[in-house]
C-alpha cells in the first residue's frame, strides 16, 4: 500500500527556518528503511515559502543529476529533456503542497491564491477543508468541493480534511455528520485517472495533544472507505489521518487498516520528529 505523510506548517516558519529544515531532513532522510518503496513525503508550509522550497528542491534535483553524470561518465549537457525531469523532479525525496488555494482560477479576490498559481510553483498537493478554515473562515462543504474540482483541474491533489467535533461524537450523531461532511466536500465530477486523499482529522483532536484512540479512527476509516467505494468504485483514493499525531502513537494509528498515512501538524516543524514518525509509520 502507498503511504503518504504530510506536513502541514499552518502558519509557522520563516525562510532560514526552512533551509534548516530542509538540512536537517537530508542529513537524516537516508537512515529510513523500508520494507516496500519510499513514502511519499509532502512539505506543506505557508505560501510564502513554496517558491523557496521549490528553488531548493531544483537545486538539490540538479546535484543529484550531476552525480548521477559523474557516476556513468557522462555530461550534465547530454542528457535529454526526459532524464532531467526524471531526476530533478520526479526523484525529489520531498513533494510540494499548499495548504489551501480559492475555487476560482483568477480575479477580484484580495490576499487568494488559485490553484493555476500553485502549480506554477510545481505543487503537487493542496490541503482544503481544514477545521481551523472551516471554523476560522466559515468555509462549507461547497465551497470545498469547489476547491477540489479545481485542484484536480489543474492536475494536482487535493487533501481534503473532514472531522467532527467534540459534541457531535459525545451525542453519538458524528458518523453521520462526517459522512454528510464527507459526500458534500468531494469534487462533483472525478475521473478514474484522476486521485483524491481524504484526511480524517476530528478536531477535538487536533493540535491538543490528545489523539483519538485506534478503535475510534478505525471505525471513521472504515466508513469513509465504504461510503466513497460505493460513490465510485474505481476511483483511485487513499486515506490518511491527522489530529496530535507524534512519534508516541504514530506506529499504532498507522497499522490501521485501509489508513494509507498521516497529516501532521505540530510535529512536522522539527524535522527529526518528522522522520521518525515516518519510519515507525511506514512498515505497517
Not at 506543506?44 to 531544483?58: F, G, I, K, R
Not at 532524464?83 to 503542497?97: L, N
Not at 499525531?245 to 522539527?270: H, K, P, T, W, Y
Amino acid at each position: 500500500m502507498e503511504k503518504y505523510f504530510i506536513a502541514n506548517w499552518k502558519m509557522n516558519n520563516s525562510f532560514q527556518e526552512l533551509e534548516d529544515w530542509l538540512d536537517e531532513f537530508y542529513e537524516n532522510c537516508n537512515n529510513i528503511t523500508t520494507n516496500n518503496n519510499l513514502p511519499t513525503i509532502v512539505l506543506c508550509p505557508p505560501s510564502t515559502l513554496l517558491d523557496q522550497l521549490d528553488s531548493e528542491l531544483v537545486d538539490d534535483g540538479y546535484e543529484f543529476l550531476s552525480y548521477v553524470a559523474k557516476e556513468n561518465n557522462r555530461s550534465n549537457n547530454d542528457f535529454t529533456a526526459e532524464e532531467i525531469i526524471q531526476y530533478v523532479y520526479k526523484s525529489r525525496p520531498i513533494k510540494i503542497g499548499a495548504q489551501d488555494c480559492h475555487y476560482q482560477e483568477k480575479g477580484s479576490y484580495t490576499s487568494n491564491i488559485s490553484a493555476k498559481m500553485l502549480k506554477d510553483v510545481n505543487c503537487e498537493f493542496v490541503i482544503l477543508g481544514h477545521s481551523e478554515r472551516r471554523v476560522l473562515q466559515s468555509e462549507t462543504n461547497q465551497i470545498v468541493s469547489l476547491k477540489a474540482e479545481n485542484v484536480l483541474k489543474n492536475n494536482m491533489i487535493p487533501i481534503i480534511c473532514i472531522g467532527e467535533e467534540l459534541k457531535l461524537r459525545q451525542e453519538n450523531t458524528y458518523l453521520d455528520f462526517i459522512g454528510k461532511q464527507l459526500i458534500e466536500s468531494l469534487p462533483s465530477q472525478i475521473n478514474n485517472d484522476q486521485m483524491i486523499i481524504v484526511a480524517y482529522e476530528p478536531v477535538w483532536a487536533i493540535g491538543s495533544g490528545q489523539s483519538a484512540t485506534v478503535e475510534q479512527i478505525s471505525e471513521v476509516v472504515k466508513y469513509i472507505h465504504k461510503i466513497i467505494s460505493n460513490l465510485q468504485p474505481s476511483l483511485k483514493f487513499y486515506i490518511t489521518y491527522g489530529g496530535s499525531v507524534d512519534s508516541n502513537n504514530a506506529e499504532q494509528i498507522s497499522a490501521i487498516e485501509n489508513l494509507s498515512g498521516l497529516l501532521v501538524g505540530r510535529a512536522s516543524l522539527d524535522a527529526g520528529e518528522f522522520l521518525k514518525i515516518v519510519q515507525l509509520s511506514i512498515n505497517n
